[in-house]
């Protein structure tokens, strides 16, 4: 019998996040500081430069997660994020955090032995649709 | 092993072991079928919770037709998976 499942990605392995912000093409450094939506600055573990903009986005700790792990999320002036990229904040961060999903699952299936068939689906609703099958399978 | 991710990032299909899914954040579950041998019939039967049965042609049924069973277990169960798959 099956079991429906959903899980709420976070974002916690920076290397995936390295891997997803390449395949978006956005610049982005370990460590720097970003200005927040407040005119603050703060210091961030990933400083991502989206093309187009000179404002960043930082990858910030949001706190430990239950099993000791760290958990980020991303932090910005979303108002020039928006004014210059066009772009609501919700869509950025959709966009990276649907990179992000993408490359950590990618990377956890193929350490579980398994392959996909053909390359990532994206459907009508903005979802993508990986199949994938065990090797010798 | 068909994965769904959402446009928000969010990840949907059939649970496994085979990848640590906690890991990737939090993980919420509930079952979507029972799969139980019936003895009168004398095969495997598949039923949904969300309300029907599988027919060995693959079709839901809102009752348990005559021929809804499937020798194997492994074929009832690979028949639930293809059935849930498609609609993820």
Not at chain 1, 52 to 72: F, L, Q
Not at chain 2, 55 to 81: H, I, K, M, S
Request: aromatic share 8%.
């Amino acid at each position: 019998m099956s079991h429906f499942t959903k899980v709420a990605t976070k974002i916690n392995d920076l290397d995936a996040l390295s891997a997803a912000l390449d395949k978006l093409g956005y610049a982005h450094e370990r460590g720097g500081r970003v200005r927040a939506w407040d005119g603050s600055e703060i210091d961030a573990a990933v400083k991502i430069a989206p093309p187009g903009t000179h404002y960043a986005i930082g990858v910030v700790p949001s706190g430990a997660d239950a099993d000791g792990g760290v958990s980020y999320e991303l932090v910005a002036d979303w108002w020039g994020l928006e004014t210059t990229l066009g772009r609501t904040q919700g869509a950025i961060t959709d966009e990276i955090a649907r990179a992000y999903a993408l490359a950590r699952v990618s990377a956890a299936c193929e350490a579980a032995g398994y392959m996909f068939e053909g390359e990532p689906v994206e459907q009508a609703d903005g979802s993508i649709v990986l199949i994938a099958t065990q090797w010798g399978g | 092993m068909k994965i769904k991710i959402l446009p928000n990032g969010h990840i949907e299909m059939l649970y496994t072991d085979a990848i640590p899914l906690r890991e990737i954040g939090q993980v919420s579950v509930r079952r979507a079928s029972e799969v139980e041998y019936d003895h009168a019939r004398g095969g495997w039967t598949v039923k949904f919770t969300s309300g029907g049965w599988l027919g060995a042609d693959g079709r839901l049924a809102a009752t348990l037709p005559a021929g809804a069973v499937f020798r194997t277990r492994a074929a009832a169960l690979a028949a639930e998976v293809y059935y849930l798959e498609a609609r993820l």
